[in-house]
């Protein structure tokens, strides 16, 4: 599974493919304050990326690539802990 | 005129000349980059400086021709020669208006229509070239190059998001050469459906140098969230040519803007939003007008030579104090609160420790980003430093300061030509005044009898006029000019003519570094074109002739010039099919210029000369070239006015070689002086061969001619009594020996009989003026030592 879900975050390791949206989707949705950690992350499928944004999703970590980052950082917010 | 325009027709010279021998090249090598690179930096200098400054008819012109180089540059189109004739033409029309504003400070309004005209064709030229590559390119949409402007005005927005680093970034690169495009990527709802990921798209943009995601509006509540229907957009910037990104985006190119980074970040100085874009540039300076970044850049100089004037503690703070106030106040007018904020602070804390030298590292900062935002930055720092008033005190320090000498100096150092010519002529006077030290010298010693006084006045002599020679030796070097200031410009006339005239024609210039004076060189310049025009349609053949008549198809036209002792000498030299006297003597008789005697008398050599004559023209039929029969005689009348000679040697078949033979420098004249009547005039020695005493009875009468003979050589006489209407014989010596001065124009020799020799003298020669410019027979005047004037002799006229 690219995305682990655990109790506080949603963990992204490799590339979330579109498929991942959904699955996505329906963890957001039950999370009062949700937050993702991207450090393996190398990329992000447009639906869900859009998940992330639609939610307010809070990045916890930033990809550890330099572009990746810098794209997402454009559009998301960092948790502010 | 105003400074500005005039530094502004200065540097527009500069860069119109380049323009032009670059054009040359890219016609020679047309897929060489440098050229390309280097002919769009030329352009859109010129075309930055005269929108600056107003002169938009050029301004619109020269847009054109960028936009039409920018797509050669970034491989959008392919050159071609008509590229190259357009912007050709362009930059002639850019040439004659600046003429205009050089003549009367601006230029006529009747040349909207020709602007208009010039810019539509370019345009014209551009779309249907690229329509035609764009075509080839598979699965371009239609989208690519429709509603570029009205597309620019969205995208530049897009340009108020670049942050600040990325920005300045970019800018340089772009300033290097490279180019970049921004591209707006709003992919369709329905995108993700179609199997297509918008995101991965961008991020593999090819050239990919910086990328931003955002939300077209606000997102539903996530359970009525359609996480497939795309609400995303991507803002790219990518350094890659256009093609190689319109093939990326292939089959979703109608979803993606694609505008020039650069056009966007210019264009935004009009639009408001590219105002608000651009107030978070390191100092907004791109967007300030030229006349406020030379303010700016002056008051950071006087503020600087200030503080670094400042002595004694007390003033320095209130000098920091008062920099702080305007500094501050000068970022926040420009738009730059950060850097306004950051000045009090640097102040506040200088002011409290005493140590000011954080404000002057301030002021650097600001100094050196102001040339890295500044494209005409050249222009900014002259005008400011010319625009610096009479130094105070404080600033003469500052000159003295190391660190700002970097700022004020330069290798070369452009005067304008009065200023020379001001020089020039107090040389002048100064080598005549001189000249009266030995006359005074003389009255020392004999009307007052003081010697030693008059030792001391010679000795004192020798020195100054060891220094007035030096000195005027260094005048003469500053108004030396090379050759290829008009050598330049034949490239393009023979490209130009030749393919007019349907001939191949190899130019071949040598000795362009030969130097002559100024009007020297410029006198030359019209004579030349006229000569090379002749060439090339009399001259070389069609290459259909040439193959006929066994010679290479390509014809040779050589201009070399170079140095023989006090003379330039420029040859232009062709290979076509000569001139050939028969047909010469025969046009001549039919245009009376010679009557049958002189025709059948006439040798070959005299024959072919008579192109010079006045109203001669041998072209079959009259060509918009040459051919008016208003060609020669004016080049013949142009080379003499400053004292040349011409040579023509013509073979038949073989080809012609001209000769023209000028002067170095016509500052200085060697005049002899001679007396008839008692009174004295100048000759100048260019044209005396000798002078000789001829017994009267070795002058032999023919008619109402006389002529005598010297070693074996038969010179005709003409006294000089005679020839200025003198009503007086000229007189002999007490050997009965008269005065023959021996001169020789062109090939012909002559003597003039005068009364009496006297010296030769170095004079500078001042033109006749006023009511006495119309008198032809003197070539001009020159102040002796003594007070007295003399008038110098033009031989040729009086002849």
């Not at chain 1, 949603?10 to 699955?23: H, N, P, S, T, W």
């Not at chain 2, 501050?328 to 420009?334: D, E, G, M, R």
Request: glycine share 6%; proline share 4%.
């Amino acid at each position: 599974m690219p995305i682990q879900f655990t109790d506080k975050e949603a963990l992204v390791l490799g590339v979330a493919g579109g498929d991942e949206a959904e699955a996505l989707l329906r963890w957001v949705q039950q999370q009062p304050c949700p937050r993702v950690g991207l450090e393996e992350c190398t990329h992000l499928h447009t639906a869900v990326l859009q998940v992330l944004l639609a939610g307010s999703v809070k990045v916890s970590v930033w990809p550890r690539d330099d572009r990746l980052r810098g794209w997402l950082q454009s559009c998301l917010d960092e948790l502010q802990s | 005129m105003n400074e500005l325009i005039e530094q502004y027709l200065s540097e527009a010279n500069e860069l119109m000349e380049g323009i032009t021998n670059h054009l040359i090249q890219l016609d020679k090598q047309p897929e060489e980059a440098r050229i390309m690179n280097e002919l769009f930096r030329l352009v859109h200098t010129l075309k930055g400086n005269s929108g600056i400054l107003g002169f938009d008819l050029i301004a619109n012109v020269l847009h054109a021709s960028e936009d039409l180089m920018d797509a050669l540059r970034v491989g959008e189109i392919s050159p071609s020669p008509e590229f190259v004739d357009r912007l050709l033409d362009a930059m002639d029309f850019a040439y004659r208006l600046h003429k205009e504003i050089e003549e009367s400070g601006n230029y006529a309004a009747g040349h909207a229509d020709r602007s208009e005209q010039l810019t539509r064709s370019l345009r014209e030229l551009l779309d249907r070239s690229q329509k035609k590559v764009f075509n080839q390119i598979e699965g371009a949409s239609s989208c690519a190059e429709s509603s570029k402007g009205e597309m620019g005005a969205r995208q530049s927005e897009k340009v108020a998001t670049l942050p600040e680093d990325k920005r300045s970034e970019f800018l340089k690169r772009i300033e290097e050469g490279e180019v970049a495009f921004l591209l707006n990527y709003t992919p369709a709802a329905d995108s993700l459906m179609d199997g297509v990921d918008p995101f991965a798209l961008s991020r593999e943009t090819p050239g990919f140098a910086w990328g931003e995601i955002k939300a077209r509006g606000y997102w539903p509540a996530l359970d009525v969230l359609d996480a497939y229907r795309c609400a995303v957009s991507f803002v790219v910037v990518a350094f890659a040519p256009r093609t190689i990104l319109e093939l990326h985006y292939g089959a979703v190119l109608n979803q993606v803007e694609i505008s020039r980074l650069e056009d966007l970040v210019l264009s935004c100085v009009d639009d408001s939003a590219g105002k608000a874009a651009l107030v978070s540039a390191p100092l907004g300076t791109t967007s300030l007008s030229l006349d406020a970044r030379v303010a700016v850049r002056q008051i950071l100089y006087a503020q600087k030579a200030a503080l670094t004037g400042a002595s004694d503690v007390l003033k320095r703070e209130k000098l920091i104090s008062s920099a702080a106030f305007i500094l501050s106040n000068c970022c926040k007018a420009v738009g730059n609160f950060e850097e306004s904020e950051a000045v009090q602070r640097i102040c506040r804390q200088a002011n409290n420790g005493g140590e000011f030298q954080a404000v002057l590292e301030w002021i650097e900062r600001i100094d050196a980003r102001l040339d890295a935002e500044t494209p005409e930055k050249k222009l900014v720092a002259a005008a400011a430093n010319s625009l610096v008033e009479e130094p105070a005190p404080s600033v003469v320090d500052a000159v003295n300061n190391p660190s700002l000498n970097g700022l004020v100096s330069s290798k070369s150092l452009k005067v304008d030509h009065l200023k020379i010519d001001r020089l020039m002529n107090l040389i002048g006077e100064l080598v005549v005044s001189k000249n009266a030290m030995p006359y005074l010298a003389q009255k020392a010693e004999e009307q007052f009898g003081v010697r030693e006084l008059s030792r001391e006045i010679k000795a004192q002599y020798s020195e100054i006029n060891r220094i007035a020679e030096e000195m005027q030796d260094a005048i003469m070097q500053i108004r030396m000019m090379p050759v290829s200031v008009i050598f330049q410009r034949f490239p393009r006339l023979v490209r130009d003519i030749s393919r007019r005239l349907g001939k191949e024609v190899s130019l071949v210039l040598e000795g362009e570094d030969t130097e002559a004076d100024k009007t020297i060189i410029e006198s030359l310049a019209d004579p030349l074109i006229h000569i090379v025009r002749n060439s090339l349609d009399h001259g070389l053949e069609t290459p259909e002739a040439r193959k006929l008549a066994g010679k290479s198809v390509v014809g040779t036209l050589t201009i070399r010039a170079r140095q023989e002792a006090d003379r330039v000498v420029i040859e232009i030299v062709d290979d076509g099919k000569g001139i050939d006297p028969a047909v010469i003597k025969r046009k001549a008789l039919e245009r009376r210029l010679i009557t049958q005697e002189q025709f059948e008398r006439m040798d070959s050599r005299e024959a072919i000369h008579l192109i010079f004559a006045p109203g001669f023209s041998t072209a079959e039929a009259i060509s918009d070239l040459s051919g008016r029969g208003v060609g020669m005689d004016v080049v013949r009348a142009a080379v003499e006015k400053v004292d040349g000679d011409l040579e023509l040697h013509s073979e038949v078949g073989r080809g012609t070689r001209l000769t023209i033979s000028l002067p170095l420098s016509m500052a200085v004249t060697q005049v002899i002086i001679i007396e008839s009547d008692g009174q004295t005039f100048g000759i100048p020695m260019d044209h005396v061969v000798e002078t000789v005493r001829v017994p009267r009875r070795n002058i032999r009468s023919i008619k109402e001619f006389s002529a005598t003979m010297l070693r074996g050589r038969l010179v005709p006489l003409k006294s000089l009594n005679r020839m200025l209407e003198i009503p007086r014989n000229p007189l002999t010596n007490s050997n009965d020996e008269y005065a023959v001065l021996v001169v020789r124009f062109g090939n012909d020799v002559l003597g003039v009989i005068v009364d009496e020799f006297r010296k030769t003298v170095d004079i500078i020669q001042k033109p006749l003026t006023g009511v006495l410019s119309g008198l032809s027979v003197y070539s001009g005047s020159a102040l002796m030592g003594d007070g007295s004037v003399l008038m110098i002799l033009n031989l040729r006229e009086v002849l």
